[in-house]
């Protein structure tokens, strides 16, 4: 295991699994010391973390604003050089916009934005880092081309994406806030592997995003190259569509009328 206080290290929510898990490795592959936070899923960020050259792992249930506050300060008082925080967790329950369900939206709007707000305010804060510290935001393309499926999901999103630039606005120089939006990438809710080829070619570009552009936009922006406060979006053009349901649902339709 190499001298982790050498190493530019990154937090990333939700870390064990899905496109954390692929933030994680990706990550790792280019030298940092990843921290893997999870929820319930123990199992997997401790195993993925033995298979990295240099991670270790932290729980909190982001439900728990404050405890999530916590979590941030505990490591900005042992990490010495914390460069990047990914709030890549995130709820993603069903409901629409002709029936929001208020227990699935209070749950969204805690996870999905209150709680990674008070976590970047926190990191940018209180990090240590001999270079420029980067908060990397994981939206969603639906910024651009909302549909009324997932409501609270949705929401949730938007009001993340709204910290970005205010948080960047009071950031001081040493600092940086961004968003990644992404399309379509991983099977998601309760698709099928047949329909999720279909509903993520349905962008401009008729193809499926993969998670690796997910992680080389993180990388980038981790670098804090782009103007702070801005928003990548990685969908192969997804979001300049005006699509009026979510993909999963267009591709059963699709697929209802073959």
Known sequence: MPNTSFLPTVLITG????????????????????VIHYRRSGEAARELASSLPSADVVQCDLMDDQAAARMIDQLAASLTNWRCLINSASIFRYDDATKIDPATNREAMQVNSLSPALMAQRFIASAHSAGVRSVINVTDMKLENPNPDFFSYTMSKHALSATIPMQAIAADKSARVYGIAPGAILASHDQSEDETDVSHRLNLLQRKTAPDEIVDAALFLAS?????????FIDSGQH???????VIYLAREKA???
Not at 15 to 29: C, D, P
Not at 224 to 232: D, I, N, P, Q, Y
């Open 224 to 232: 804090g190259a782009l103007k702070s406060g801005s928003t990548l």
């Open 240 to 246: 300049l569509l005006s699509q009026d349901r979510d």
């Open 256 to 258: 209802a009328r073959l």
């Open 15 to 34: 870390g064990a699994t899905r496109i954390g898990a692929e933030l994680s490795k990706g990550f790792a592959a280019q030298g940092w010391h990843v």
